[in-house]
């Protein structure tokens, strides 16, 4: 059982807590972000470069305008980095994995 100011990782084979930050937050440990395909780690960490870099311009720009367009661009990419995790991420881990048995082999030998 987790404490509440505690959360755990979200694949639920792991044991692993982390301190919580925020109310409605979600975490994966390392060794089980270092289970995803590299393809999904690689287009994770992409999003989350993005953002970092909308968030640099945006705290070296003075105009307005441009803050509020590139406010704009950065939710964009949260949004995107949100949907990413839902399917790919979280995905991943709550798939359920079939059972070895005489369904799953009557499916691969096409019956």
Not at 54 to 77: C, G, H, N, P, Y
């Amino acid at each position: 059982m987790v404490s509440a100011e505690r959360i755990p990782c979200i694949n639920p084979r792991c044991r692993r807590t982390f301190k919580r930050e925020h109310e409605d937050q979600e975490t994966v440990c390392g060794d089980c972000f270092r289970m995803l395909p590299d393809a999904v780690r690689i287009e994770h960490r992409g999003f989350w470069r993005e953002i970092r870099k909308w968030d640099r311009r945006i705290t070296r720009t003075s105009d307005e305008l441009k803050i509020e367009s590139m406010k704009r661009a950065r939710r964009q990419v949260s949004a995107k980095l949100a949907e990413h995790w839902d399917a790919h991420i979280k995905g991943y881990f709550s798939a359920p994995e079939k059972p070895v048995g005489l369904e799953t082999f009557l499916e691969e030998i096409g019956l």
